[in-house]
């Protein structure tokens, strides 16, 4: 079930905020005006304009940018410079395409002549208010069609929007939580994200693969992948997820970060439902998840954070249980405890002992250490109150064993078995993990008595 989100998707107060460099006499005029004072251009005041920006041309990106820092009035002729034909065909390369760019080395120099680029941006455009700063930076980069979020025809292999995010992150580092919030808020009207959003989330799975797709790749690219800082990427991860109702989180999510096909890189949704999965295909999402369990924000509790993880076990149905365990010991003790202490508090021992089971099964299929499961349950038995509910949780782990093998069991038994007898392997598997998990309970008793 899919809920519809409002189109106010980010509430920013509505004072004017102003950094506290600016002063009110800097106005937007800095782009337009010809009454500089030419006694702040230095020598270069000698120099005639056609001279000056023929001089800029055996100049790097970074020797541009400490230029522009020099005075107002040379930052003013270098916005000119970049706005000039020769200056645009010069810094916004465009050769995203080209077959050398799949080398590291190419690709490396384009992310890095972007970020060079962002800096430039950021200090010529200094002493502008944001919304004036962001709209002329847009005027400028609008000529780049892979920059924009439909603009390239081959997107799984343009680095248009990676340098575009590389842009944009040199270009914010550092900026108030307000004005990433305007940010966020000029990417969201100049896309119209928020409603290609709602399209995926309100639809069935799989049905719009392109836009899913789409979103995936600006979402990551453009807003995520760059931050050094987890701070900084939980975040934008917050700015896309928040506006909306926790199911449609969670299809967001799996959007963004799950599995995708290694031919097209459009979204995989029967992975988790139809077998046992890898820890290439949860990696993502348990690093998102990761990301906004442990950085201390206002705006996530660990109880979001876990219900979000129940509402994301079931996109686009409930999941394999052993895929879900999976994710539990990928996302880090902190996060597999309280999910499972949830279960506790909330009377769903049951579904806990079958939690316990295939936690114990991916420690034997992924070579974890087995007393890491033992251990994990004894910490979830300390959150029942009284020793009848903890003896009665520690019979509903023995219980689900046994189910759980007789149902390998009898599928075995059935000849439901496929090319590569995973079947059996399950079961072989599980036996083993039984049988591990059970020798470590063993050293833990025969130890406690001993001492």
Same mark, same amino acid.
């Given at each position: ?9 980010? *509430? ?31 020598? &270069? ?12 041309? $055996? ?10 820092? %020099? ?37 490396? $120099?384009?992310?890095?002549? !972007? ?20 709209? !002329? ?26 340098? !575009?995010?590389?842009?944009? #992150? ?13 940010? $966020? ?32 790749? &600006?979402?990551?690219? %453009? ?53 046992? +999965? ?18 201390? +924000? ?9 219900? *979000? ?5 079931? %996109? ?20 597999? &405890? ?22 114990? =099964? ?24 009284? #020793? ?41 598997? =599980? ?21």
């Amino acid at each position: 079930m899919t809920s519809i989100v409002s189109t106010s998707f980010t *509430l920013i107060p509505n004072q004017k905020y102003r950094r506290s460099s600016r002063r009110s006499n800097h106005s937007c005029n800095i782009l337009g005006s010809d009454s500089q004072n030419l006694s702040t251009l230095g020598d &270069f005041k000698a120099l005639p304009l056609e001279l000056f920006q023929i001089i800029l041309e $055996y100049l790097s990106v970074k020797d541009i940018s400490m230029l522009s820092m %020099v005075s107002k009035t040379i930052s003013h002729r270098l916005i000119n410079y970049i706005s000039t034909s020769s200056g645009s065909r010069r810094l916004l390369q465009q050769d995203f395409h080209n077959l050398e760019l799949s080398g590291r080395k190419q690709g490396s $120099y384009m992310l890095e002549h !972007y970020r060079s680029l962002g800096l430039l941006f950021k200090r010529c455009t200094l002493l502008l208010p944001t919304k004036e700063r962001l709209k !002329y930076i847009h005027k400028i980069l609008s000529e780049v069609s892979c920059f924009k979020f439909s603009g390239c025809g081959i997107p799984m292999q343009c680095l248009g929007l990676p340098c !575009y995010g590389m842009f944009l #992150q040199t270009l914010t580092a550092g900026w108030d939580e307000l004005e990433c919030h305007r940010v $966020y808020n000029f990417l969201c009207e100049l896309t119209n994200l928020p409603r290609k959003m709602h399209t995926v989330v309100c639809s069935k799975p799989g049905s719009a693969r392109k836009l899913e797709l789409r979103i995936r790749l &600006f979402c990551r690219s %453009v807003l995520l992948d760059h931050w050094t800082q987890q701070s900084d990427s939980a975040f934008w991860l917050t700015r896309i997820l928040k506006p909306w109702p926790m199911v449609n989180q969670a299809r967001l999510l799996y959007i963004i970060f799950g599995p995708i096909s290694s031919q097209d890189g459009q979204v995989v949704w029967q992975k988790m439902t139809e077998g046992p +999965t890898d820890e290439t295909s949860l990696k993502g999402l348990a690093d998102a998840i990761k990301l906004l369990y442990d950085n201390d +924000t206002k705006e996530w509790t660990a109880d979001d954070v876990i219900s *979000l993880v129940d509402e994301l076990s079931v %996109v686009p149905r409930e999941w394999l249980l052993e895929n879900n365990a999976r994710l539990l010991i990928l996302s880090g003790n902190n996060i597999c &405890f309280t999910f499972m202490a949830s279960k506790a508090v909330n009377g769903r021992a049951n579904e806990l002992a079958r939690m316990i089971v295939f936690l114990a =099964l991916v420690c034997e299929k992924d070579l974890y250490c087995m007393d890491w499961a033992v251990k994990m349950m004894q910490k979830v038995c300390k959150v029942f109150s009284t #020793q009848v509910e903890r003896n009665n949780f520690l019979q509903n782990v023995e219980n689900a064993f046994a189910r759980v093998i007789m149902d390998m069991l009898q599928s075995v038994m059935s000849g439901d078995q496929d090319e590569e007898d995973s079947s059996f392997l399950n079961l072989f598997h =599980l036996v083993n993990a039984q049988a591990n998990f059970h020798k470590e309970v063993l050293y833990i008793t025969m130890n406690s008595t001993s001492t």
